[in-house]
């Protein structure tokens, strides 16, 4: 079978986290072979942003950091850094309200960085430093390596992170991190305290944040402009003891959870008191849970939710169109331990960790994934970003 032409960027573990990557990849296929090449250096990138041409990253190291890029082809120029505001930065995402949202797993923080107030200070920098930042002729432009240090490996830019360009790190105005609410879950090897996994915007312009460890979904309100940015609690609302809410995902106004720790997916809506309440939930496998950890989920406009399940290895896919949650099927992930997919017409690409591949997918239109048609070598990946074909 052929395979579709791709053209991705991918984020990954690297050495500082067990992972077998150097940095962020592109793949790239063009009707040949895909193949994925570094383009930025960076210590665990593990989780990517695209926006037009910026691209931003999280380094999830202790004290973590926030990098951001210029795209030109399939060539990265480093702008800024900014501080995560936590330790082990796990997702970030451009929010309507003119913030990067960054959440930070660990220390269950969440960050917000005003991307106007960053680009604009990144853009003095380089104007102050002679660096044409917005033709990427000065440098450090597109398509050149990282800087060499005095070891001769790459220097260092700002917070965790090694890239070439203007190297700006942020001020303090432009950058807000919120601490979420002590709290704990029945699992005590993982419950233990707040840890913040990701970030989604709501219908209603605020932004929540999935807590793992204390089985919460925490509601803030995003603000930023030109010089500043800030994080306004609103409310917190609670699903089930030991859910251990990850990945989030919208259909038809109600959101969709995957638990980590208890294996099912969960349904929520928010009701007349402005509180999220589960209307449906239900296991996507059969069994005790154990090590088997759900990841990632997305629903398409069928409403078909589709769920990786690390430790089982596989793909679930279940039907939300009736108001509830309903197991389709499931199949292969095509390696050991998807962490993150992504859709792309007619298939499936799945981050499968510990196989240092991504896995190519057919899906029929139930769909439920077929056996997988193609590999593509990359070290550990966790996030997959496919970008738009020129």
């Known amino acids: 079978m052929t395979l579709p032409d791709l053209h991705l960027l991918v984020g990954s573990y690297t050495a500082?986290?067990?992972?077998?990557?150097?940095?962020?990849?592109?793949?790239?296929?063009?009707?040949?072979?895909?193949?994925?090449?570094?383009?930025?250096?960076?210590?665990?990138?593990?989780?990517?942003?695209?926006?037009?041409?910026?691209?931003?990253?999280?380094s999830e190291t202790s004290d973590g950091g926030v990098h951001a890029f210029r795209m030109s082809g399939s060539s990265l120029e480093h702008l800024w850094d900014a501080p995560a505001g936590g330790d082990a930065p796990c997702h970030i995402r451009v929010d309507p309200s003119g913030a990067l949202v960054v959440t930070n797993y660990v220390s269950?923080?969440?960050?917000?960085?005003?991307?106007?107030?960053?680009?604009?200070?990144?853009?003095?920098?380089?104007?102050?430093?002679?660096?044409?930042?917005?033709?990427?002729?000065?440098?450090?432009?597109?398509?050149?390596?990282?800087?060499?240090?005095?070891?001769?490996?790459?220097?260092?830019?700002?917070?965790?992170?090694?890239?070439?360009?203007?190297?700006?790190?942020?001020?303090?105005?432009?950058?807000?991190?919120?601490?979420?609410?002590?709290?704990?879950?029945?699992?005590?090897?993982?419950?233990?305290?707040?840890h913040a996994h990701q970030s989604v915007a709501t219908p209603d312009g605020t932004v929540l944040v999935a807590d793992l460890g204390g089985d919460a979904l925490h509601e803030f309100r995003v603000e930023a402009d030109a010089v500043s940015v800030s994080i306004e609690p609103v409310r917190v609302h609670h699903v089930a003891p030991g859910a251990g809410p990850r990945h989030m995902a919208w259909y038809e106004g109600d959101l969709v959870v995957t638990g980590e720790l208890d294996g099912r997916v969960h349904r929520l809506h928010r009701d007349e008191s402005g509180?999220?309440?589960?209307?449906?939930?239900?296991?996507?496998?059969?069994?005790?849970?154990?090590?088997?950890?759900?990841?990632?989920?997305?629903?398409?406009?069928?409403?078909?939710?589709?769920?990786?399940?690390r430790g089982r290895d596989q793909i679930v896919v279940l039907d939300a169109a009736d108001g509830g949650l309903r197991v389709v099927g499931s199949a292969s992930c095509g390696g050991v331990w998807p962490r993150h997919f992504a859709r792309v017409p007619g298939y499936l690409l799945v981050a499968n960790q510990m196989s240092d591949a991504i896995a190519v997918l057919p899906v029929g239109d139930d769909g439920v994934p077929g056996e997988a048609v193609g590999q593509i070598a990359v070290g550990s990946p966790a996030c997959i970003v496919p970008l738009e074909q020129h």
Do not use: C, K, M
């Not at 033709?135 to 001769?152: H, N, R």
């Not at 105005?173 to 601490?179: K, P």
């Not at 999220?276 to 990632?296: E, N, Q, Y």
């Open 275 to 309: 509180s999220f309440r589960t209307i449906a939930d239900t296991a996507v496998f059969d069994g005790p849970v154990g090590t088997s950890l759900l990841s990632h989920i997305e629903v398409d406009e069928r409403g078909l939710v589709t769920v990786a399940v």
């Open 16 to 58: 500082t986290g067990g992972g077998n990557a150097t940095g962020i990849s592109v793949v790239t296929s063009g009707g040949a072979a895909p193949v994925a090449s570094t383009v930025a250096v960076l210590d665990d990138p593990s989780f990517l942003a695209v926006s037009g041409d910026r691209v931003y990253a999280v």
């Open 108 to 194: 269950g923080t969440v960050t917000a960085v005003s991307l106007e107030a960053a680009e604009s200070y990144a853009s003095s920098v380089a104007a102050s430093d002679g660096i044409a930042a917005d033709t990427g002729t000065g440098a450090g432009g597109p398509g050149a390596g990282p800087a060499a240090g005095a070891d001769g490996g790459a220097a260092g830019h700002g917070v965790a992170g090694r890239g070439a360009g203007v190297s700006a790190v942020l001020p303090d105005a432009a950058v807000a991190t919120e601490l979420l609410p002590d709290a704990t879950g029945p699992d005590e090897d993982r419950q233990e305290g707040p």
